[in-house]
């Protein structure tokens, strides 16, 4: 296990999926290691991040073409076995993880879904309340990763997109009023070094999920438990 760092935990290799099942369900250790007491807090020391980041972006490697940063969080042999986990993003939202964590480059969990263009997971967490302005250490932030994932596959928010979840967070951040062309504006030179987009743009690195209606089904439950708490409220009279 020396392969995989120090301090990493049965708590963050239980936290991604592996691809190698047809079926996340048949994959998914977490609910049973938080069962048993496995802490969704602890910290795996030699990135300093916790179990949510394995969940949103095992790999850790940026974009499609954005690989300058090869920063796996799970080693160089297991990135390719594991992808990213909704289920488990949810499942860690709901025991009370802290979503706004920092890694050792100061990514959030928000900025490493971004990273490797995993909108759904992306819009989960600003569900959950993420912060969508938060920068690392390099000044990339959430309206970084959404332009360079639109520079490389320039067809991500059209119809023939494979991933819908895109255009949901455009939504989400429109809805909160947030310009994303003033945010571009004052990214404009690091946008300025971003690579020539490959001849085949419309493929992830390094592998494509399929799509996964879980996030939406997950969001609308939380907002319908939301609307019978405030209905389970009594009535000032």
């Known amino acids: 296990m020396r392969l995989l760092g120090e301090g990493i935990s049965v708590v963050f290799m239980s936290a991604a999926n592996c691809f ?9 250790f977490l609910p049973i290691v938080l069962k048993y ?3 969704p807090n602890i910290v795996y020391t030699e990135y300093n991040v916790t179990p ?9 490697s940026f974009g499609n073409a954005l690989k300058s940063r090869d920063r796996c969080y799970l080693g160089s042999l297991m990135e390719i076995f594991y992808l990213p986990s909704p289920r488990n993003v949810a499942l860690l939202i709901e025991t009370g993880v802290d979503i706004e964590f920092r890694d050792k480059w100061q990514n959030t ?6 990273g490797g263009e995993n909108f759904d997971i992306v819009l989960m967490l600003l569900e959950a309340g993420a912060d969508y302005t938060a920068e690392n250490e390099d000044g990339e932030n959430l309206a970084y990763f959404l332009y360079a994932a639109k520079h490389m596959n320039p067809e991500i928010d059209t119809e023939q997109s494979v991933d819908p979840y895109y255009n949901k967070v455009i939504d989400f951040l429109k809805a909160k009023e947030y310009s994303l062309n003033n945010a571009y504006a004052k990214l404009r030179d690091k946008l300025k070094r971003l690579p ?17 209606p879980f996030a939406d089904e997950w969001i609308q439950k939380r907002k319908q438990e939301s609307a019978e708490k405030i209905n389970a409220q009594p009535v000032e009279k």
Do not use: T
């Open 37 to 39: 007491g496995g802490d």
């Open 52 to 60: 949510i980041f394995a969940a949103c972006n095992p790999s850790k």
């Open 196 to 212: 020539v987009p490959p001849e085949n743009s419309n493929i992830r690195w390094p592998y494509q999920r399929p799509f996964d």
């Open 20 to 28: 190698y099942y047809d079926d996340e369900q048949q994959s998914n």
């Open 109 to 114: 969990p928000l900025i490493a879904a971004a």
